[in-house]
């Protein structure tokens, strides 16, 4: 079946470090493929998304590169704040038969940034 | 233009009681569909409405169940809980429809439940 694998955390980092966090994902089609937010106490949010190979999302500095050749969708930001604290969810979607859309998560990734 | 809307937020059953969540989707957005996140086993597809029809479903027991009404809005139930069907349960819409591309989907706070 459809899966995604990222990198386990938490990762710890200085205030403006470089951040990867790795994902890589397992799919019997041609997926589209997100990166999700999840601040503490609330619900995830879309950080960015790409649809097709070699298409790059991004958002808020955060970048994600679509790579079909090696199946992966690596998050990369230049230079974190505080305020990015939070875990990151890669995930993937097939557009079903159906019409209809289910993702399939990651693990999930805790990112804390410290001053 | 208003969220996704999650009741309630937070709740405490005891085993062997039954839940009822309820989910306001985006205006416009005619699918809905319910994820449970546990520090277990993460983020799980539940089940995926569209136009009040139950459109595809995840490898969650018969005790999982849900609806849609006619103005989008779902509600999900679980019946005959157990200590590990506490968990955060995420409703999410979308427009639902092909056409559309990669569907986005629209994250509400969620339901944090715990079984007692």
């Known amino acids: 079946g459809d899966s995604v694998t990222q990198m386990e955390g938490p990762v710890t980092l200085s205030e403006e470090a470089f951040l990867t966090i790795n994902c890589t994902y397992t799919a019997t089609g041609y997926p589209s493929l997100f990166w999700y937010v999840q601040y503490p106490g609330e619900g995830l949010q879309l950080l960015l998304k790409?649809?097709?190979?070699?298409d790059k999302g991004s958002n808020k500095g955060f970048e994600a590169t679509y790579r079909k050749e090696t199946t992966s969708f690596h998050l990369e930001k230049g230079s974190v704040q505080v305020s990015d604290s939070a875990v990151y969810f890669c995930?993937?979607?097939?557009?079903?038969?159906?019409?209809?859309?289910?993702?399939?998560f990651g693990g999930g990734t805790r990112l804390m940034v410290k001053p | 233009k208003a969220g996704v809307t999650q009741t309630p937020r937070y709740l405490i059953k005891t085993r062997g009681q039954q839940v009822t969540l309820s989910c306001s989707p985006i205006s416009g957005h005619r699918s809905v569909s319910w994820y449970q996140q546990t520090p277990g086993q993460g983020l799980q597809f539940l089940f995926e409405y569209f136009s009040e029809t139950q459109r595809n479903k995840g490898n969650f027991p018969g005790r999982f169940s849900g609806r849609q009404f006619s103005n989008s809005r779902s509600e999900m139930n679980v019946s005959t809980l157990e200590l590990g069907d506490s968990a955060l349960y995420l409703c999410a819409s979308s427009l639902g429809l092909a056409s559309s591309g990669a569907n986005v989907l629209t994250f509400g706070a969620g339901s944090r439940l715990t079984v007692l």
């Open positions: 995930a993937l979607t097939l557009i079903l038969n159906n019409a209809g859309n289910m993702l399939t």
């Open positions: 790409a649809t097709k190979a070699d």
